[in-house]
């Protein structure tokens, strides 16, 4: 019986090419969903065995954006699309806040104009906390951002919770610590870790994959990297879309911390990384003054009691072994493209 009421529905992915978006659209799919996923640029239509109906185009755009809501009709909107990275958010600060602060906003509406039976997913961040003090974060937290980013994702976040109060619709946020995956960019600190150490693994001193600065990721023999002794709650990005998808299925809409629950540094994901190469981190990794944040959140670690305790969800993949998925599929890539590489020769 559920997998024909699964064949009835009709989901709305935003940002189906990211990261969250890829491990998002392949669970919808095994469950039986007719998936409709938009992206900013065009992608391969093979993707997911051709099963996606694709939207390509910018969701700021309000002709756009609503085109897509009423072509797809869905009965559940997982938003995902944004400015995903705070220090990129300063240089572009309008996209980021109205993308990642008006969008929701104009998809709330259009829920409660034209399908106010649809159901939203909102991916909020960690980021909305700001830089506070070492402790747990859950839903009641005080939110106090400190950049574009988090400052535009606070905006939604209450958007959603406003929204939901005022008109009853089925509107959830989670609050979404830091998840990663072999999917993840390179410009993510995780991903250049995962992908120097598998360059010098391979034998590599110099890449031609190249930092936020424009510099090789990996040079002369060393990764340089900013302040080592932040703090993240490191998730797996195919574990939370998991609690992305229970949360809409919930029988009552609500806004909840989404993470592991533990903490690690930077210096503790480069020790782990290195070591899946057997390597000693200490020798190549360069704290780059140049590349330390004014403006930085030093630690978040998700209390997720709400999540557990009413949704049921827990992550699967531990810290060790998302490092490890990490390092080593970097690994296969760059086996291939050194292959690649010697037979063009």
Same mark, same amino acid.
């Given at each position: 019986?559920?997998?024909?009421?699964?064949?009835?529905?009709?989901?709305?992915?935003?940002?189906?090419?990211?990261?969250?978006?890829?491990?998002?659209?392949?669970?919808?799919?095994?469950?039986?969903?007719?998936?409709?996923?938009?992206?900013?640029?065009?992608?391969?239509?093979?993707?997911?065995?051709?099963?996606?109906?694709?939207?390509?185009?910018?969701?700021?755009?309000?002709?756009?954006?609503?085109?897509?809501?009423?072509?797809?009709?869905?009965?559940?909107?997982?938003?995902?699309?944004?400015?995903? &990275?705070?220090?990129?958010?300063?240089?572009?600060?309008?996209?980021?806040?109205?993308?990642?602060?008006?969008?929701?906003?104009?998809?709330?509406?259009?829920? &409660?104009?034209?399908?106010?039976?649809?159901?939203?997913?909102?991916?909020?961040?960690?980021?909305?906390?700001?830089?506070?003090?070492?402790?747990?974060?859950?839903?009641?937290?005080?939110?106090?951002?400190? !950049?574009?980013?988090?400052?535009?994702?606070?905006?939604?976040?209450?958007?959603?919770?406003?929204?939901?109060?005022?008109?009853?619709?089925?509107?959830? !946020?989670?609050?979404?610590?830091?998840?990663?995956?072999?999917? &993840?960019?390179?410009?993510?600190?995780?991903?250049?870790?995962?992908?120097?150490?598998?360059?010098?693994?391979?034998?590599?001193?110099?890449?031609?994959?190249?930092?936020?600065?424009?510099?090789?990721?990996?040079?002369?023999?060393?990764?340089?990297?900013?302040?080592?002794?932040?703090?993240?709650?490191?998730?797996?990005?195919?574990?939370?879309?998991?609690?992305?998808?229970?949360?809409?299925?919930?029988?009552?809409?609500?806004?909840?911390?989404?993470?592991?629950?533990?903490?690690?540094?930077?210096?503790?994901?480069?020790?782990?990384?290195?070591?899946?190469?057997?390597?000693?981190?200490?020798?190549?990794?360069?704290?780059?003054?140049?590349?330390?944040?004014?403006?930085?959140?030093?630690?978040?670690?998700?209390?997720?009691?709400?999540?557990?305790?009413?949704?049921?969800?827990?992550p699967k993949v531990q810290f060790p072994e998302l490092v490890k998925m990490m390092v080593e599929e970097r690994m296969r890539i760059l086996e291939v493209s050194l292959l690649t590489q010697d037979k063009s020769r």
């Open positions: 019986m559920t997998s024909k009421i699964h064949l009835s529905k009709r989901a709305l992915v935003t940002g189906g090419a990211g990261q969250d978006g890829w491990y998002l659209v392949g669970l919808l799919l095994e469950r039986g969903y007719q998936v409709f996923a938009h992206s900013r640029r065009r992608v391969d239509l093979s993707l997911h065995g051709g099963r996606v109906s694709w939207y390509t185009g910018d969701l700021t755009n309000d002709v756009f954006l609503n085109e897509i809501l009423a072509a797809s009709a869905p009965d559940e909107i997982y938003n995902l699309a944004a400015v995903s &990275r705070p220090a990129l958010s300063w240089d572009i600060p309008i996209e980021t806040a109205v993308l990642n602060g008006l969008v929701p906003q104009r998809i709330c509406e259009f829920i &409660r104009r034209k399908m106010p039976a649809t159901r939203l997913f909102q991916a909020t961040s960690s980021e909305i906390y700001g830089d506070g003090p070492p402790q747990l974060q859950d839903e009641r937290t005080k939110i106090n951002p400190k !950049s574009p980013y988090g400052i535009s994702k606070a905006y939604a976040h209450q958007t959603i919770g406003a929204y939901r109060q005022q008109y009853g619709l089925h509107l959830s !946020s989670g609050i979404l610590f830091n998840h990663e995956s072999p999917r &993840r960019p390179l410009n993510f600190v995780s991903q250049k870790i995962a992908h120097a150490v598998a360059a010098i693994s391979l034998g590599l001193r110099e890449t031609r994959e190249l930092d936020e600065r424009g510099n090789p990721i990996l040079s002369d023999g060393k990764l340089y990297l900013g302040d080592l002794n932040v703090r993240r709650d490191f998730g797996f990005a195919g574990d939370f879309v998991e609690a992305m998808h229970l949360i809409v299925q919930s029988e009552l809409p609500s806004d909840y911390a989404v993470g592991t629950g533990q903490t690690h540094s930077i210096a503790e994901f480069c020790e782990t990384a290195f070591k899946v190469g057997g390597l000693d981190w200490t020798r190549y990794v360069v704290v780059d003054q140049r590349l330390l944040r004014k403006v930085d959140s030093h630690f978040t670690q998700a209390d997720t009691s709400k999540l557990r305790s009413q949704i049921g969800w827990r």
